[in-house]
């Protein structure tokens, strides 16, 4: 938070670009634009932010798929589909998980 032209916006993609100097390059940076306009209404940071994030939503319609598939399946294709479900599971919860731990930090 600050005046305008002060450099906050100058700062905040130089830091998501790795240019600042000693920068740790492990961490995952993402700036968010201001002028992001929400298509269908009003959203919330949290929710552009969410919906920015491409792995977590492939994982989500994966895991709506393979779950449809499960209740349609007549036994021969359970199994693997059940297997699949709980790999995607899994990475939903490492995903979550490792939010947690950067809201800890």
Same mark, same amino acid.
């Given at each position: ?23 740790? %390059?492990?961490?995952?940076? &993402?700036?968010? +634009?201001? *002028?992001?306009?929400?298509? #269908? /209404? ?18 989500? %319609?994966?895991?709506?798929? &393979?779950?449809? +598939?499960? *209740?349609?399946?007549?036994? #021969? /294709? ?28």
């Amino acid at each position: 938070v600050g005046k305008n032209g002060v450099g906050k916006t100058t700062l905040l993609k130089a830091i998501a670009a790795f240019d600042i100097e000693g920068m740790p %390059r492990h961490h995952r940076i &993402l700036h968010v +634009r201001q *002028e992001v306009t929400p298509s #269908g /209404g009003e959203v919330s940071v949290l929710n552009a932010v969410l919906e920015a994030d491409v792995e977590r939503n492939t994982l989500l %319609r994966e895991e709506k798929v &393979l779950l449809k +598939r499960l *209740e349609g399946a007549d036994g #021969g /294709g359970a199994d693997a589909a059940e297997g699949s479900a709980t790999a995607v599971k899994e990475k939903l919860e490492k995903l979550k998980s490792a939010d947690t731990a950067s809201d800890d930090s």
